[in-house]
């Protein structure tokens, strides 16, 4: 499966509030009156999992309780559109919502209503669509289907370089070691591709966690309570940095893209970096089952380090939605075992839902994954919180420059620092939402 995105969720945002939710796009808003009986489902995902069109039209094809009208997102739109058909009062019945601040600034407008009280208790339990879809206590957002953050490693590599293929190093130090020993034996040890950017904000994902409890205490970051200046919250670009000065990474990282640097992974050609998983199936299959996955190895003394992370898609319902009752009951049979399967079968990839059985999942490498992934203790993903200014003028350019030599660590996080202040100054209103969202994310 090919998981290579033309525009990034965080360019979406960005045009989201260039538009504005009231502006009218022509050509694009489709209508959303309809009868009672009929649903509108907007929802993406068919250009990141392939086969989710053949899943989508068969469970409209095989649903008796209304008519349902689905229709496919372009990239370039999933916020804007329904922005503005939400603000018009003319929302579909139940819309693709990808996690996090991308959800979140929809609640926060209005435009969502909790799924608490439409949709089961255990329906919104079991579709896993994470704590990042939770705001005042009340969910707004189910689990679609699963995007665990990973990083995986070439076991052949390894083995070339005298490691054990079959153990993953889960400490900092034996991270190092394992580097010094590829090196060695002339193997490029972690990397993969950051020119476009978004490598350092899966990093960033994975990294910070290192330090913090919970999730609560990153958006002190933004709202003010804490600072990047401190050393435990910059200790990640730190890393990065040594990283940089030991030669780890690989020479060609800054002149390459985010998956086809994965690409060089799979092909033996650096020993490890970030991935995602629904990567592994075809990761897998191509190089031999040689893949193995791990958790980023702890250095920090913080309660998330060393914690498979855990994001998915997701589908939720309009707060002017015409049939919201029934949007729910649609919403219900999509998380029915025998659509569950149906997913499955039609994208080779795993529902969010943990109620799945893993059965169906026959490659070894991806099982695991998965049972320590997704249905093991997890935490979000906490890139997902992170404002857009932030992320286009801090996130980015701070692992883009210590990977290029640039910047040292201690200096991203002041950067960092900056850019953050400058986003609090500049959006009080958004900041008590956040704090208020901090609330939820605190356990």
Not at 121 to 138: E, M, P, R, W, Y
Not at 275 to 296: E, F, L, Q, Y
Not at 348 to 362: E, K, L, S
């Amino acid at each position: 499966m090919d998981n290579r995105l033309t525009i990034s969720r965080r360019d979406m945002l960005r045009l989201s509030m260039i538009l504005g939710a009231g502006t009218v796009l022509t050509g694009l808003m489709p209508e959303g009156a309809h009868a009672a009986d009929t649903l509108d489902m907007w929802w993406w995902g068919e250009q990141e999992l392939p086969g989710l069109q053949k899943f989508v039209d068969s469970s409209v094809a095989g649903y008796k309780d209304a008519a349902v009208k689905p229709m496919l997102q372009d990239t370039a739109v999933v916020i804007s559109q329904f922005q503005t058909a939400a603000a018009a009062g003319n929302p579909p019945d139940i819309q693709f919502l990808w996690n996090g601040i991308y959800h979140m600034e929809s609640v926060w407008l209005g435009y969502l209503q909790p799924l608490n009280g439409l949709v089961s208790d255990a329906t919104i339990k079991a579709s896993n669509a994470t704590q990042l879809s939770v705001f005042g206590g009340k969910n707004y957002r189910l689990g679609w289907y699963p995007l665990p953050m990973i990083w995986i490693y070439n076991k052949d590599l390894y083995e070339k370089a005298g490691l054990d293929p079959d153990k993953a190093p889960q400490t900092w130090d034996e991270f190092l070691g394992h580097c010094d020993k590829l090196k060695t034996a002339g193997i490029a040890p972690v990397g993969g591709g950051i020119q476009d950017g978004y490598w350092g904000e899966w990093y960033f994902g994975h990294a910070l966690g290192q330090n913090v409890d919970n999730a609560a205490e990153v958006i002190g970051l933004f709202t003010g309570e804490r600072d990047f200046r401190d050393p435990k919250y910059h200790e990640h670009w730190v890393k990065l940095e040594d990283l940089k000065k030991a030669g780890f990474l690989n020479s060609e990282m800054s002149s390459t893209e985010l998956y086809p640097g994965i690409d060089l992974i799979v092909a033996g050609k650096v020993a490890s970096g970030l991935s995602v998983g629904g990567r592994m199936p075809a990761d897998s299959k191509t190089s031999k089952g040689r893949i193995g996955t791990m958790v980023m190895p702890v250095y920090g003394k913080g309660k998330l380090a060393g914690k498979p992370i855990f994001d998915s898609q997701g589908l939720g319902i309009p707060a002017k939605a015409k049939n919201a009752k029934g949007a729910a009951a649609f919403l219900e049979y999509l998380n029915s075992p025998e659509r569950l399967k149906a997913l499955n079968e039609a994208t080779g990839w795993i529902p969010a839902n943990t109620t799945f059985d893993t059965a169906a999942i026959t490659d070894p490498a991806v099982l695991d994954m998965w049972k320590r992934w997704g249905l093991s203790e997890n935490i979000p993903y906490l890139s997902n919180l992170v404002p857009g200014q932030f992320y286009e003028q801090a996130l980015l350019p701070t692992a883009q420059q210590v990977v290029g030599g640039k910047i040292t660590g201690a200096e991203a996080g002041d950067l960092a620092y900056k850019v953050a202040k400058e986003w609090r100054d500049f959006n009080p209103d958004i900041v008590e939402n956040y704090k208020k969202w901090a609330a939820d994310l605190a356990g």
